[in-house]
């Protein structure tokens, strides 16, 4: 690619996008491109929540209790107010809750999985290709770190957290406790993956010819055992990224997920399914159906993404 | 081969009875023991009083009436209470029942292993008149002492000795954790602790049968969502709780009935009255605005209580103006709610106690221990910030959050309170009265509320015999609670109990399911 | 060979020590048994009293020290919830897990490699582009909603399936199993396709993605020229091949099965180890909590070392790896 880039300056880099066979393929893909507009509006809205979104659902001072349980476009019985996908509980609308919510879920899944990434294929590659000693401890770590459901590492972080963050702190401290558990519980997948093909493709010639011609075992890895390995990765990140908004969600249910003042997706779809049998529908419905199109689109993106960026599938 | 014909036997088995009464509820908590003397709790005693039985019982109304005992008259002047006891009771193991069971069982469920000596505090001896009377003898008069042992359960003398269960042990178990031998109207025929609890009518009960079940099964079940499941679903024919929000379905739903009552609970928020400053206050770290009772004031003013009445708890709650409900003896009926909702007069208390613009601090809250706890706790938070009150809320699990109470880390806190006797007394004593560990006293009173006139009082209470005067000092101490604001009572929970239709049962005001009161149509 | 699995079990038995170390150090923070153990009316003598007595006055490593000597001699201490041995409670409550576990993984695995292999060779067709969207729904939301909405469907609104526990079991020895009756077996349908749901999409994919890969290399291609038929290629070749990072992956899974048991558990009440860790958390019961980890420990160490061991036997080139040493 880069070679390319070099010969033919004349084009510039947009351009050079727009050719390329990636391009091609998405725009050949139907799938790839209504993903794409999915995940583009999602991230979009949820970034710009304080201007699109009619009220600020995070401001106590500003709910009105008496709001509650309104249904979508019904004015409420008490207040006369009417809201586009109504209110929850607290009176807070849906809509509202659910744009600030996409932002939580969001930010704790991308940065859990980058985190757990990071870690991961670092881990990954040392142990696959140093061997030894290095081997041994990083992969019994991940035993040690496998055994600990993700639910039991999210306690224990976020008990420990709370014993030295200052209250007022606590609401923010509970984000970054849920980026640290579920990254922390993720990281094995890729590293034991990144591994198992590490020990693989070390062996082949392509990795003895470069270690031949005297590159550094930190470049081999890098340039020559990473890209090679970055499939499998590239289907578990994937996953990852919906899995870890997800497992935010999962672990909400449990108790120790983002704080109903704050609530994320997860926390609303938690808070939520209290009222699926009170007939309350929307207030389950619409957190649970923005989850599945998020989680959704970033898996079907992440399938296409993968086949097109392999070469060899082409 | 073998076992499967077994099978065979035990399915035909169940099949045949499918035809008998059997009854199936569920509850949020596993009774955690079958001892009654080991874990003084709500799930505990509520079950056991299935099995066991003590000198007295309470009604379908709570008011007190014979059970082992037939009748009781005060000794003297107050000296203690003569117990004259039912002849021809037997234990569901066959045994009689005589005055030294009852024996047994005080220095049993007085013993410093067990959890319930503290009904026991007044008690100075227990004299065996014959085989079927019985003397408690207490330090000072104390007219409510049959109320206060209606949940002391009396334990075969021979079985627990025999069985090396003559004390309970709360820390590893023994014979009486597990199994049980009572004079009470159902027996437990198969126990597995956190899975199900099997019970049957014992034969020779003394009483007259009411019900009609021939096999009754607890099995608890944690997620309210599969709880109301299985009772829409006809998997089981009794939950407790309804979750509020479902109250309405159900009622519409005519395959299950809802059975509503107001609970002995009352929901409040206390204050930290001991306190130098605020702990979780981002500006105001140098002082305790709570310790004012015109902040206090200003929190009732500040809170709509008919808004969660009506939106949280879906008018399944009534508002309180005090510690204890209505429903409770010595409730001090002339007390005005003189705090109602008034954010206006909210913000002029705290503009008049030196606060202006208001100030931040923390509220705790528990988020598993009472109905809708975190909800109502959210709405607090937005209808005290609204007047200025900023409170950071930190909703945790109950298991965290006492000791986080007891630790002081708090500037307002929820808690929820049903005293134990079903009288006014219960709540001055453990929530209002100067913290006192040798006298038992104050022993939930976090905030450290201290008032000489009420701890003047309390003793008064407790040993005056005339039911008027009792009255009027119950009613000051109320009134007393009240103009200073010590707590700020909000409501008194609901009781919200699903059955199937073809379910007639009773609710009892303190919220424990009695089996002989069930008929299965 | 011999030598390896010493190494590796020596290695076991460290990872275990610093899990009980870690585990341990996580119950300071869950909370306080105390308050569960005694009723409204304790006193501040009491609670230091019963203290006292379950030894939470010592320091952290007598504690420690004391739980590793009653662990290694199988005695974790006694329940403070129940009163009773916790290995007798983990004995009573393990059947019910595993049998969930063992259907929802058999489930996953069959159905992961099956539709993998289905959706690699039919890469474009209409059907197998509809399994692999329709599967992303199913992992597109949390499991507890999911669990929610089967009983919602299933049991609540059609009343074809019990909405939780595991129906009449018949006892085998110590075991308690719910397949030899009707009830039992209907109560395994939903939370097992909850459990494994998550499961079966990843093993899919991943079969479908290594197939994918596979089937392109030369020798798949060589093969084909040959004139093998495509059956053959498509399973004696390109599936063996694919087995490494899958294997890798069911190990792993098989692990997460059990914790995710926990969320199942929880949603069915489905009386397994799962639910009994979940209680524990809520009661602060320690000794539970500990045998819980201990035991799920000892689980992964051995999934760990059965994974690693299938990595020689499936891909020839580990083993040069392997007994050239280090």
Known sequence: ?314 | MLRKLSYVALFAGLASSAYAEEFTWAVTTDPQTMDPHAVNSAPVLGFLNNVYEGLVRRGQDMAIEPALATSWEPIGEGEGWRFNLREGVIFQDGAAFTAQDVLFSYERASSEEADTSSWFAPVSDVIVVDDFTVDIMTTSPNPIFPDSIANWMIMDSDWATANDAARPDKESGNYATLNTNGTGAFAITNREPGLRTVLEPHTGWWGEATHNITRAELTPIQNPATALAALLSGDVDFINPVPVQDVARLQNDPNVNVIQGIEARVIMLGFPHEADALKYSAETTDANPFADPLVRRAVAHAINVPAILQTTMRGNAEAVNQLVSPAMRGYADGLSKDAAYDPDAARTLLAEAGYPDGFSFGLKCPNDRYLNDEAVCQAITGMLAQVGMRATLDAMPVQNYWPELRADNYDMYLLGWSPGTFDAEHPVRFLAATPNEEKRLGSWNFGGYSNARVDELLPLIQSEIDESKRQAMLDEVAQTLQDEMAYVPLYVQPLIWGTRANIELVQRPDNFFILRWVTVN | MLAYIIRRVAQSALVLLIVGLAAFSMFRFVGDPIDNMLGQERTAADIERLREQLGLDQSFPVQYFKFLEGAVQGNFGVSYRQGRPVADILMERAPATLELAAVSGVLAILLGIAFGVFTAIRRDGFVANFIMSASLIGVSLPTFLIGILLIYVFSVELGWLPSFGRGETVQIGSWSTGFLTATGLKALVLPSITLGLYQMTLIMRLVRSEMLEVLRQDYIRFARARGLRDRTVNFRHALKNTMVPVITVIGLQLGAIIAFAIITETVFQWPGVGLLFINAVQFVDIPVMAAYLMLISVMFVGINLIVDMLYFFIDPRLRVDRSGGH
């Open chain 1, 1 to 314: 690619m880069s070679d390319m880039t070099q010969k033919i300056p004349q084009k510039s880099r947009v351009r050079l996008f727009l050719d390329s066979d990636i391009f091609y393929a998405f725009k050949r893909s139907p799938v790839a491109v209504a993903s794409t507009i999915v995940v583009s509006i999602l991230i979009l809205s949820a970034l710009f929540a304080p201007l699109i979104a009619p009220t600020n659902p995070f401001d106590p001072a500003s709910l009105n209790l008496m709001n509650g349980f309104t249904g979508p476009m019904a004015p409420n019985a008490f207040t006369g107010e009417t809201f586009l996908l109504g209110t929850d509980d607290q009176g807070r609308d849906v809509f509202s809750t659910i744009l600030y919510g996409m932002r939580v879920s969001l930010f704790v899944g991308v940065a859990a999985v980058l985190f757990a990434m990071v870690l991961g294929i670092t881990l990954g590659l040392i142990s696959g290709y140093v061997g030894g000693w290095t081997e041994t401890i990083i992969m019994r770590t991940a035993d040690v770190q496998l055994t600990f459901p993700s639910i039991l590492v999210a306690m224990l972080i976020f008990g420990v957290a709370k014993g030295f963050t200052p209250v007022e702190y606590r609401d923010q401290m509970a984000i970054w406790v849920l980026i640290v558990a579920i990254g922390l519980s993720d990281w094995v997948q890729f590293a034991r993956v990144v591994r198992g093909a590490t020990l693989v493709e070390k062996r082949k010639e392509y990795v003895e010819a470069a270690r031949l011609i005297g590159r550094t075992p930190f470049a081999i890895m890098l340039r020559h055992i990473l890209p090679n390995v970055l499939s499998p990765v590239l289907v578990i990140a994937t996953i990852s990224l919906a899995l870890a908004i997800i497992a935010e969600a999962t672990l909400s249910f449990l108790g120790v997920g983002a704080p109903p003042t704050q609530p994320s997706l997860g926390t609303l779809i938690r808070i939520g399914q209290g009222f699926l049998f009170s007939g309350e529908w929307w207030i389950l419905l619409f957190p649970a159906v923005t989850l599945l199109a998020l989680a959704l689109s970033v898996n079907l993106l992440g399938d296409w993404l993968r086949d097109a960026l392999n070469p060899r599938l082409r």
